[in-house]
């Protein structure tokens, strides 16, 4: 327990006499070393899709091409993150170690979509707090089976959350955000179903990809449904980069 509070940022007061003495002032994160873009959550009519790419950058590197950060927690719970990948990673174990005790007390509760979204905004509100941030922003998903509503909700490192109908961080945020806004603007305000959900996803991962520099054409999708959490194999995005070159050359306008 000790080492968890630690590690949540809560140290114990002789901890705290070492790190200030001469030893050496404590520092923090100043600024993540690998970190992973853009996270795409948008509802349907019958639940949620999540999505990322697969890249974990080094600076300006593609250095980890095969990081998943979209994670499954339990049968109806998934979260994404962009941001600092080590961070993602810390986090997710406190999760499962969640998980892990939900399912040793068998007592019939697991831990919600919005229960988990509302621990991680205490999380990183009190990190914050602390000017150790975790420098992610967390995309949680899930399905809530006792009212029959998907869940899709965000929490960036300050600590300040919101939930919505599509949220995007990162590059995604300018643009993939105006893509679903047109359509839903054309549809009235209704969500799409799970076909048009999953051409929306995968033309906004086509933009990402073909638009920023951190973006990779490997990508994974998780289903959120009243049946369950299923995490896609990773998609690669087609794209013809002939249209590209003869629109910038003037060809094509």
Not at 22 to 48: E, F, I, M, N, Q
Request: glycine share 10%.
């Amino acid at each position: 327990m000790e080492m968890m509070l630690e590690e949540m940022g809560v140290h114990s007061s002789a901890a705290a006499a070492h790190d200030n003495g001469a030893g050496g002032a404590r520092t923090h994160t100043l600024s993540p070393t690998v970190t992973g873009s853009s996270v795409l959550g948008v509802k349907y009519d019958g639940g949620v899709l999540l999505a990322a790419d697969t890249l974990g950058s080094y600076g300006s590197m593609a250095k980890l091409r095969a990081v998943s950060r979209v994670k499954k927690l339990n049968h109806q719970v998934a979260v994404g993150f962009s941001g600092d990948v080590a961070d993602a990673e810390f986090l997710t174990r406190v999760l499962n170690g969640m998980v892990t005790d939900d399912a040793v007390a068998d007592d019939g509760n697991s831990l919600s979509a919005r229960g988990v979204y509302s621990w991680i905004t205490r999380v990183y509100y009190n990190r914050r707090s602390k000017f150790d941030p975790l420098w992610n922003q967390a995309v949680v998903a899930g399905y809530d089976k006792a009212i029959d509503t998907p869940f899709l909700g965000c929490v960036n490192l300050l600590g300040y959350s919101w939930e919505d109908n599509i949220i995007a961080t990162g590059f995604g945020t300018h643009l993939s955000l105006p893509i679903i806004r047109q359509f839903t603007h054309d549809k009235k305000g209704a969500l799409p179903n799970l076909a048009e959900a999953q051409q929306l996803v995968e033309q906004c991962m086509k933009v990402l990809y073909s638009r920023d520099a951190r973006s990779w054409n490997k990508y994974e999708v998780v289903k959120i449904d009243k049946t369950g959490v299923q995490i896609s194999k990773p998609q690669t995005v087609k794209l013809d980069w002939k249209i590209y070159s003869d629109y910038t050359e003037g060809r094509i306008h």
